[in-house]
């Protein structure tokens, strides 16, 4: 059956459509709104540039922040020697967003309903509209780009695959604004490009290959390095895009950028111009022509991440999006059927790799999956496209049938994973791991017992046969005056509040041989919620073999008791290898700072 490439590419549009009003980010508040975290980050050089005229010290940043919340701290700009403040973003983005934000200050200067302040309801409504039309032309460009190289069945498949078993999904229908549905865009631009670039000039003649593509790839991968700097590396495509990776693929390409310097240093000068204007911001508010604005964050170049940024269950790409299997698998039926384009595919890929995973936070903050990897799919679409060829073309109908089972399960997979990232909850970006992963996995019920997975992986999975208690201790003795709450019961209950942080460690002697569990419980009381979860109280399970502390295992108790301020809670381990002769149980409040927690009967338990 043949399907149309361009009734996949409106299915497409719709369901992008669909996601972008089942969660509106512009109606969203505070660090849920479309301007905020790293996107108000990329936008703030519009507001201080045409609103406030303080690009260089950004005073407005602080009554933005107390009065739209985007983000906690104004992390957006951090303080200069100088005096000013430097913008830790590149200004990328900020060029892009521009038609946006000025339809959106025309609107909002002429309204009596919103302040004209950069981020009230127009801005945030603009700034969403424009980023899903963004993610339309991008797609709408890779199937053009996908037609020229494959069957229109073929480019349908891809098209829906890409929209919506992965996390392409997410990052163009809901957290469209973030830079990768940009990038995204910009390379089916720039592959386009470069496939008009060799489909117009034959290799070895200059004669007939346009100016105006050299400009406009030049204007692409600037803007591309101007707003993530990394994306230097698309210069690839153009210097290897439908060369064969052979001697004389070599040689052809090399004689035919030998015959055009005048239009390769034009492309050359108008990235370099793009990326001039970060110089000048630069120049303009340090002094200094070069700044290292990502501060402490850096490239692990020599020790990269790529088993985490790859398979983890905290953020690895191939867990969240495990379609891309079938891309990586791509490249040998690519290399097979298209030779001519494997080169440039795959060497890019492995670069992006590469970089995207020497980054020291290589999970992206609070990210679905691999955030980072999604300005690559269009690359990626033609190893993706010349697996779903192959399988379409094969003898075997039951491989047809099976890969289109195992699409639907990971279309499911996706849409499922972007539902609990946002109106979901079960989705808890940057602290996930394999048991909260599969505890939770296609469930629609929030259980906050599970969110202990997310500090504690380890838990006894077999309903107990036997408790034998260890030790058990009620508290009595202990006064709550200080924190102002009666005991949870009897006549006393452990305070902790203020100068009090932490209880004693309470022991518990052995021996505990390898693989024994161990259980502590207790009951807990609170009298507000906690909102950093880093100043969550935490219970706090340690084993020790000769003196010495050889594991340890926390949970963090805000993440039920926020929503049950009394209730039991215990934490659950094994006894590390080679054993422990002892072990012990403590419980710290979070920072000198935080409210008061009432602790009582704790009991400590072997369970079989």
Known sequence: ??????????????????????????????????????????????????????LREVKFLPQIIEQYRPTATPYQAYPHANGNAVMKYSLGQAVLYTPAFLLAHAYASASDEYPADGFSRPYQLAISLWSLLISFLGLFVLMRVLLKYFTESTVALTLLLITLATNYFNYAAIDGALTHNYEFSLYALLILACTRLYQSGREGSAATAPWQLFAGIGLLIGLMALTRPTEIIACLLP?????????????????????????????????????????????????????????????????????????????????????????LIGFIPLYRSRTKIFAATFLHSLLFIYVAFSWSVWWYGGSLGQRTMVQAYPILAFPLAATVEWV??????????????????????????????????????????????????????VNEDDKLLLDNPEFFRRTPKQLDTLLT??????????????????????????????????????????????????????????????SYT????????????????????????????????????????????????MVW????????????????????
């Not at 497409?12 to 301007?35: D, F, I, N, R, S």
């Not at 499922?416 to 079960?426: E, I, K, V």
């Open 239 to 327: 210097l290897l895009w439908n060369m064969p990776p052979t001697r004389a693929g070599l040689q052809n390409r090399w004689s035919f950028l030998m015959h055009q310097p005048g239009k390769i240093a034009l492309a050359v000068a108008t990235c370099l111009l793009i990326g001039s204007m970060q110089l000048f911001y630069w120049k303009y508010v340090t002094g200094d022509w070069i700044e290292y604005s990502y501060q402490d964050q850096g490239f692990d170049w020599w020790e990269p991440h790529l088993v985490d940024g790859l398979f983890s269950y905290k953020a690895g790409w191939l867990t969240y999006t495990p379609v891309m299997w079938f891309a």
């Open 473 to 534: 201790n009620d508290f009595e003795n202990q006064s709550t005056k200080a924190c102002n709450l009666p005991p949870i019961s009897g006549q006393g209950s452990y305070c902790l509040i203020g100068q009090q942080q932490n209880t004693e460690e309470i022991w518990v002697h052995g021996p505990f041989a390898e693989g024994h569990w161990l259980r502590a419980s207790a009951d807990f009381q609170i009298d507000r919620t906690r909102g950093d979860v880093h």
């Open 392 to 445: 379409a073309r094969g003898r075997r109908k039951w491989l047809t049938y099976l890969f289109g089972g195992i699409c639907l399960i990971l279309v499911a997979h996706n849409l499922w994973f972007t539902h609990q990232a946002h109106r979901g909850g079960l989705l808890v970006a940057e602290w996930m791991n394999r048991s909260y992963y599969w505890r939770t996995l296609f469930t629609f019920d």
């Open 1 to 54: 059956m043949k399907l149309s490439a361009t009734v996949a590419l409106l299915v497409c549009y719709l369901m992008l459509v669909v996601a972008h009003l089942y969660y509106p980010k512009w109606q969203q508040g505070g660090t849920e709104a479309t301007l905020s975290y790293d996107v108000s980050g990329y936008y703030l050089y519009l507001p201080a540039v045409f609103i406030y005229d303080d």
């Open 538 to 585: 935490q219970l706090v399970l340690r084993f020790y073999r000769d003196g010495e502390r050889v594991k340890e295992r926390v949970i963090r108790l805000q993440r039920v008791l926020n929503h049950d301020f009394t209730r039991q809670v215990y934490i659950e381990a094994r006894a590390p290898e080679g054993g422990a002769d002892a072990a012990s149980v």
């Open 589 to 608: 409040n979070g920072g000198i700072d935080q409210p008061a927690v009432l602790i009582d009967n704790l009991v400590v338990t072997t369970v079989e």
